[in-house]
């Protein structure tokens, strides 16, 4: 089959692979519809994270079920499913908790001697724990194919951002990020009820689909400028809740800095670079309180699953770009040139 590859900075090759099989009585083996890139994926392709040449890559796809083992008794063959950018074995300790990502057998897709989502077919571990089944006529309806695919990471990791930052009703919401993470915080946002949602971002078609997910206000400043911004829109006093959904330096001083007394931010940007832009002095004067980290999006799906189904929200704006299995190679250059927010890859060769 055909699958994703890197093999070195800014060098992403689609070669035959062995088709996966199942393996353990765990297993599952699912033939990917739909995939995506992510931005994290990004700091692989430019270097700045460690992969083996050959590699796999990718953790964001939906698929049907092909082949199951004897201990599989929560999806059968033939069944639409999305996977979360984790597998979990859904019954360790960590698991039964919420938190998913922490699973004493989970693992992330792409891992050396793993498959990725980047490709025609993926070997899914623990897929009664992982895998979310999915109504089978969706595999005919290409946007909500797209919306649905969003739960496999973004949609769940914007959720977990404005849940850790207390995004709820009657709350003004910043957002530093215009990304797809940012971008689906401000849907969630919307979603739990905040009253005021400020998108940070000096893209204008990336802001006005913010606006479109229930953004009130955007600045476009970055550092100080935006500070001032974001304080003078709110009488002085910041946002009661704040997304960092970048993962710099930069971000997060800004979004220490726009963040009310007592408020809180909800980090999710994978942290990059060679300081945190925290000051614990200004956390301790001020009552500021830091939550977030590698979402659990498995244990959020059964939640936004019915939103998305019935239309209560959209995220499938997020994709601006599609390509099939072969050009996988153009996506990646198209978003690390900011060409592209997140581009979808279909199963087709």
Not at 128 to 138: M, R, S, W, Y
Not at 209 to 224: H, K, N, S, Y
Request: glycine fraction near 14%.
């Amino acid at each position: 089959m055909r699958a994703t590859t890197i093999h070195a900075p800014y060098d992403m090759r689609v070669e035959d692979v062995p088709e996966p099989v199942v393996q353990l009585p765990t297993d599952a083996v699912v033939r990917v519809l739909r995939a995506c890139i992510c931005g994290s994926d990004l700091w692989a392709y430019r270097g700045e994270a460690a992969r083996q040449p050959g590699q796999r890559i990718g953790h964001e796809f939906l698929g049907v079920v092909e082949e199951t083992g004897s201990e599989v008794s929560t999806v059968r063959r033939g069944d639409l499913v999305v996977a979360p950018f984790v597998w979990s074995d859904g019954v360790c300790d960590y698991c039964r908790e919420g938190l998913t990502t922490s699973c004493e057998h989970g693992g992330f897709w792409g891992s050396v001697g793993y498959d990725g989502g980047q490709g025609e077919a993926v070997r899914v571990p623990f897929a009664d724990g992982t895998l979310v089944q999915l109504p089978k006529e969706a595999a005919s309806d290409d946007h909500l194919l797209a919306a649905l695919l969003t739960l496999s990471d973004v949609l769940g990791t914007g959720h977990h951002a404005a849940l850790g930052a207390g995004a709820r009703p009657g709350a003004t919401v910043a957002v530093v990020g215009d990304g797809a993470v940012g971008l689906c915080a401000v849907l969630a946002a919307k979603r739990l009820g905040a009253e005021r949602i400020i998108a940070l971002g000096r893209h204008q078609v990336r802001t006005d689909i913010a606006r479109r997910f229930g953004a009130t206000d955007v600045v476009a400043e970055r550092g100080e400028a935006a500070v001032e911004a974001v304080r003078e829109l709110t009488r002085g006093q910041g946002a009661h809740a704040v997304v960092e959904a970048v993962g710099t330096e930069q971000s997060m001083r800004t979004a220490l800095d726009i963040t009310r007394a007592g408020g809180a931010i909800g980090f999710v940007g994978v942290p990059h670079g060679s300081g945190t832009g925290l000051d614990l002095g200004i956390m301790f004067d001020r009552n500021i309180a830091l939550r977030g980290g590698v979402a659990p999006v498995r244990a959020y799906i059964p939640d936004l699953l019915p939103d998305v189904l019935d239309g209560t929200i959209d995220p499938s704006p997020v994709f601006d770009m599609t390509v099939g299995i072969e050009d996988v190679p153009e996506g990646y250059k198209a978003m690390d040139e900011r060409t592209a927010l997140k581009v979808l890859v279909t199963g087709d060769r």
